[in-house]
């Protein structure tokens, strides 16, 4: 075998791989969370002065200054948190890289690290690239609520980190204050650190507000908030991110992330102050757009009979499609029938989970997309899905 050991319980992106199926297949690409709306003007236009000012060259590999304290100011403005620019944050090459690089700073080998599931994919890699054992704790359906005596469970006297998403991609859950805390007590009790996906921040419904569990009485020092870019202002394509981490870790953060990447894009990190400077107006319209999206895609799956949460926050639904008629429970079947017969493409409920038989039934549709696009899809799902009514759906043409 040519390959390393450590990459034999897992493949490349499954969400890619439905991406590049939708590609193939002409459909409408509900699995991928991307916005098909423009980023915007003023953004794309600071993108291009930073580019024509000639900010083309390395940037310190921690982050462009400016950067940085519009970061600490704008975490301190909505959520309180004190946060010294020059020595707590690292500006990363997505959540993604960020999630790997912080993992790699703080575990060694057989360390557990807890996994609450459904999680993003890249979190069980990032564990194995650090020579953790993962650890899960499984929000399951209907409510996907985290439960206490489920979470004290996983926690040990091995456990050296909490991986925790909120608000949640893929169920859409936004965790309670009560929750966050239960999971702050267990950090401290354990001596664990809480390392936080909250790329979503600015994306919760019906006046929900997120909650950084950094923000909770003892954890700022034992917290690594991992935040992005690419949600709140459209510019998936940017990769920028970035970790807020206590001092020691910040350390060694910025070490493995020198190593890994050298920095992000430069003229991408000068451009982005424009937009972490948005007046709050933005972001009261985006919430405001986000909100019709949501309700949009409810409704178009309990037109079409699935049965989903409505989301309190993230841009994704996880729906059950059991009732719908189809041949089989198979999700990655099912996924791969509505996207290549029906033209709308989704992501397998399972590929999110590790523990067997967890999320078989289930989809995600991604919904960061125009009002028109969502309208497109509904129409080729009731078109799609009449044929399983119509029973003109069957395994041997599932494949």
Same mark, same amino acid.
């Given at each position: 075998m040519m390959r390393a050991d450590r990459l034999a319980t897992f493949q490349e992106s499954l969400i890619r791989e439905m991406t590049r199926l939708? %590609?193939? +297949?002409?459909? %409408?690409? *509900?699995? &991928?969370?991307?916005?098909d709306y423009p980023t915007p003007l003023e953004l794309k236009q600071a993108a291009v002065d930073a580019i024509m000012g000639d900010h083309n060259q390395y940037a310190i590999t921690w982050g462009s200054r400016r950067l940085r304290?519009?970061?600490?100011?704008?975490?301190h403005r909505w959520y309180g948190l004190d946060v010294d620019a020059? $020595?707590?944050?690292?500006?990363?090459?997505?959540?993604?890289?960020?999630?790997?690089?912080?993992? *790699? !700073?703080?575990?060694?080998?057989?360390? @557990? =690290? =807890?996994?609450?599931?459904?999680?993003?994919?890249?979190?069980?890699?990032?564990?194995?690239?650090? &020579?953790?054992?993962? $650890?899960?704790?499984?929000?399951?359906p209907p409510d996907f609520r985290l439960d206490?005596?489920?979470?004290? $469970?996983?926690f040990s006297p091995r456990t050296r980190a909490i991986i925790l998403n909120t608000p949640h991609n893929p169920t859409g859950r936004v965790f309670t204050r009560e929750e966050l805390q239960g999971v702050a007590d267990l950090c401290q009790e354990f001596d664990a650190i809480a390392v936080t996906d909250e790329i979503y921040e600015h994306i919760t419904y019906d006046g929900r507000q997120h909650i950084p569990i950094a923000s909770l009485p003892g954890m700022a020092e034992r917290t690594v908030l991992c935040g992005g870019l690419s949600k709140t202002y459209a510019i998936t394509g940017w990769r920028l991110a970035y970790t807020v981490a206590p001092d020691e870790i910040s350390t060694a953060i910025r070490t493995v992330h020198d190593f890994t990447t050298i920095c992000a894009p430069t003229p991408l990190q000068e451009a982005a102050v424009t937009a972490v400077n948005f007046p709050?107006?933005?972001? +009261? @319209?985006?919430?405001?757009?986000? +909100?019709?999206?949501?309700?949009?895609?409810?409704?178009i799956l309990d037109d079409c009979g699935f049965k989903a949460m409505r989301p309190e926050g993230a841009y994704y639904v996880m729906a059950d499609f059991r009732d719908l008629g189809f041949p089989t429970?198979?999700?990655?079947?099912?996924?791969?029938?509505?996207?290549?017969?029906?033209?709308?493409? =989704?992501?397998?409920? !399972?590929?999110f989970y590790r523990t067997p038989g967890l999320g078989r039934g289930l989809v995600r549709f991604a919904f960061p997309k125009k009002l028109e696009t969502l309208d497109a899809a509904h129409d080729r799902l009731k078109t799609g899905l009449a044929k399983l009514r119509q029973g003109a759906v069957s395994l041997s043409t599932v494949g």
């Open positions: 939708a %590609i193939a +297949h002409g459909a %409408i690409n *509900l699995s &991928q969370g991307f916005p304290e519009a970061l600490a100011a704008k975490l020059e $020595r707590h944050i690292t500006i990363c090459v997505g959540v993604t890289e960020a999630i790997v690089v912080t993992l *790699l !700073s703080i575990v060694n080998p057989d360390d @557990e =690290v =807890v996994i609450v599931e459904p999680f993003h994919e890249n979190f069980y890699p990032a564990t194995l690239f650090a &020579q953790g054992i993962p $650890r899960y704790v499984a929000l399951e206490p005596d489920k979470l004290r $469970r996983a709050a107006s933005y972001y +009261h @319209e985006l919430a405001e757009a986000y +909100h019709a999206r949501r309700d949009k895609m409810m409704a429970d198979d999700d990655h079947a099912f996924a791969r029938w509505l996207t290549t017969e029906v033209g709308v493409a =989704v992501v397998p409920g !399972s590929s």
